[in-house]
């Protein structure tokens, strides 16, 4: 299901193209792909959730990374990346009633991770092999913060999302995600 998912994607730009050619090349590579236990490179799934307007992006400050961020996070295991992004925007936002407005994946993007602590326990430098997802929501439906995850959660104008990011980069990475939405 993955491979065939990433296969049908369509790469917006060159950047999209390696980064298609080298997720499939992991695929075939590595058994563990879709887990943590890979600690070289492994997938994950985000979200660019968009009010009706599409004039907002919700946005969670991470904690592990001091950053303000879009939701998301590891497949462990679950090659369904739609339904990792739906679980994770859920666990980290409150919201339950998405829309996804693309059907199967908006964007991909091989993203480094810098080495951190989580639970106690250090996590090395790697690679994310990211597919993203894209969901509107009701910017008044309530909203909460997951504290172990986030100490933040807001509705940003899709214009000040890559002025808010501390992690320059995903400047290009959110700036795409916004040029693909206002192609919708």
């Not at 060159?14 to 992991?26: P, S, T, V």
């Not at 339950?96 to 430098?125: C, D, M, T, W």
């Not at 400047?171 to 916004?178: D, F, H, M, S, T």
Request: contains cysteine.
């Amino acid at each position: 299901m993955l491979r065939e998912n990433i296969e049908k994607y369509v790469p917006c730009n060159e950047e999209e193209e390696k980064d298609k050619e080298l997720m499939l090349k992991y695929i075939d590579l590595s058994k563990d792909v879709l887990t943590r236990e890979n600690e070289a490179f492994h997938f994950s799934a985000s979200n660019w959730i968009v009010n009706k307007e599409r004039t907002k992006i919700l946005m969670i400050y991470h904690n592990i990374y001091n950053s303000w961020a879009w939701t998301g996070g590891h497949a462990d295991g679950d090659e369904d990346l739609l339904r990792v992004a739906l679980k994770e925007a859920e666990e980290e936002t409150g919201l339950n009633n998405l829309k996804q407005l693309k059907e199967g994946i908006f964007a991909l993007q091989i993203l480094p991770v810098a080495g951190h602590v989580k639970r106690g326990k250090y996590v090395s430098s790697h690679l994310h092999l990211d597919c993203c997802y894209l969901f509107e929501a009701d910017e008044n439906a309530p909203i909460r913060i997951k504290e172990d995850e986030n100490k933040g959660i807001k509705w940003v104008d899709i214009d000040d999302v890559v002025k808010i990011t501390s992690e320059s980069w995903m400047v290009p990475v959110y700036a795409k995600l916004n040029n693909k939405l206002k192609e919708l």
